[in-house]
């Protein structure tokens, strides 16, 4: 736990490219402790803010802390492990090798926690990395992001090329390291249906902003489904709508801190996590869509 008890604090953040921003004002307090799900479809912002997270990138506006430091320092650069999507190993390197140049390029690797992690997963240190199934490859990746016993480990699309064994298989290692560590871990994943099972908090990014931010147990609690007779009546008694749905007969509305509307024949029902974030990301790409301050970050 960081002294202000956050993992990661943006502040107005976002990354300008040449062809238009990447990223715009990003405001998050992230906290420290458990797995952060980053959500959000391709071209959203995700990795350039993990990539801003990691001191790879420079924010062209607004402020990145990580660890109650500036993003980049020295401070953070030691306590900090990343794993992008393609888990890039040397691929002529046997496993051993891996370990070998993991400990000499960061003081607090622990080879002897990252021998354990791929023992119990049959992985032979004598193997070369290019030799390995894809899976394989993603454990020995995690096993050496783990090993530099990190305070936060940055993790990008790790499972996004593996199979649903192999991806089932990473996660359970990852949630024991958690369990272990006590390490922090933000997540981005396309997953969002595995993400419920091992996630504890919720970022939501599309079209390089927030959409929506918060602990998942909470905001599944704020949010219901509401099923009635197709309605024309003012809606705002519902609270915040998210996302409405007429068919000929009835209307669906996905609200926020709302009460169940007091005409006959509606019923509330409770909103999957995938249902929740697929509505807000609906509701932030249409047409004149903005961040409204009911969900912003």
Not at 36 to 63: D, F, Q
Not at 97 to 110: Q, S, W
Not at 121 to 150: C, F
Not at 221 to 244: K, Q, S
Request: glycine share 10%; proline share 5%; hydrophobic share 45%.
């Amino acid at each position: 736990m960081t002294a202000t008890g956050f993992a990661l604090r943006t502040d107005g953040a976002g990354k300008r490219y040449r062809k238009g921003w990447a990223l715009r004002d990003c405001t998050l307090s992230l906290p420290a402790g458990g797995v952060i799900a980053l959500v959000g479809p391709n071209g959203a912002g995700k990795t350039t803010l993990l990539r801003l997270v990691v001191g790879l990138l420079a924010p062209s506006t607004g402020t990145v802390e990580v660890l109650g430091h500036a993003a980049g320092t020295p401070h953070t650069l030691s306590r900090v492990g990343f794993l992008a999507q393609d888990h890039p190993l040397y691929k002529r390197f046997t496993v051993a090798e891996m370990l070998r140049f993991g400990r000499a390029c960061n003081p607090r690797f622990d080879r002897e926690l990252a021998e354990r992690r791929l023992a119990t997963l049959g992985i032979p240190l004598d193997r070369r990395a290019g030799t390995l199934s894809g899976g394989q490859q993603a454990q020995v990746a995690l096993a050496l992001a783990l090993a530099k016993r990190p305070d936060l480990l940055v993790l990008d699309e790790p499972v996004a090329s593996l199979d649903p064994l192999a991806r089932r298989e990473f996660l359970q290692v990852l949630m024991g390291a958690v369990a272990e560590g006590g390490v922090t871990v933000l997540f981005s994943s396309h997953v969002v249906h595995e993400l419920e099972r091992v996630c504890d908090h919720l970022v939501v990014l599309n079209d390089g902003r927030v959409t929506l931010t918060g602990d998942i147990d909470t905001l599944l609690a704020e949010h219901r489904l509401l099923v009635g007779p197709r309605t024309a009546t003012d809606l705002d008694r519902a609270g915040t709508v998210v996302e409405a749905v007429h068919s000929d007969r009835h209307t669906t509305l996905l609200v926020r801190d709302g009460a169940l509307p007091a005409a006959p024949g509606w019923q509330a029902q409770p909103v999957a996590l995938e249902d929740l974030v697929l509505a807000y990301l609906r509701r932030s790409s249409g047409p004149g869509a903005a961040v409204t301050p009911e969900v912003a970050a």
